[in-house]
């Protein structure tokens, strides 16, 4: 009977064992899972963040294009409008 007790007992060692190694796979798969579905949110948000920035920068650049404009208009109606410009600041001459 000595040789059947130690059979069942390397069984269950190698049951045991195999568990174990079940576990531990099991609690590794779980962590890739975890790490793989962290790496799609961090690159989610970084993809939101760039379109945010570029967003940002269009912003940015529309309103210089804006102001670039306004200047130009400015400067414009004031070459045509020279005389009565200098009228209002008082420096013209009436001709």
Do not use: F, P, W
Not at 62 to 75: C, N, T, W
Not at 78 to 89: F, P, R, S, T
């Amino acid at each position: 009977m000595g040789i059947q007790t130690n059979s069942i007992i390397t069984n269950l060692q190698a049951a045991n064992t195999a568990r174990h190694y079940g576990i531990v796979t099991d609690q590794r798969a779980k962590s890739t899972e975890k790490l793989s579905s962290g790496s799609r949110i961090n690159r989610a948000a970084e993809s939101k963040i760039r379109d945010t920035d570029m967003a940002t920068e269009m912003v940015t650049k529309s309103k210089q294009d804006i102001l670039a404009q306004v200047g130009e208009s400015m400067i414009t109606q004031a070459n045509q409008n020279k005389q009565g410009l200098l009228n209002v600041i008082g420096g013209g001459s009436s001709q």
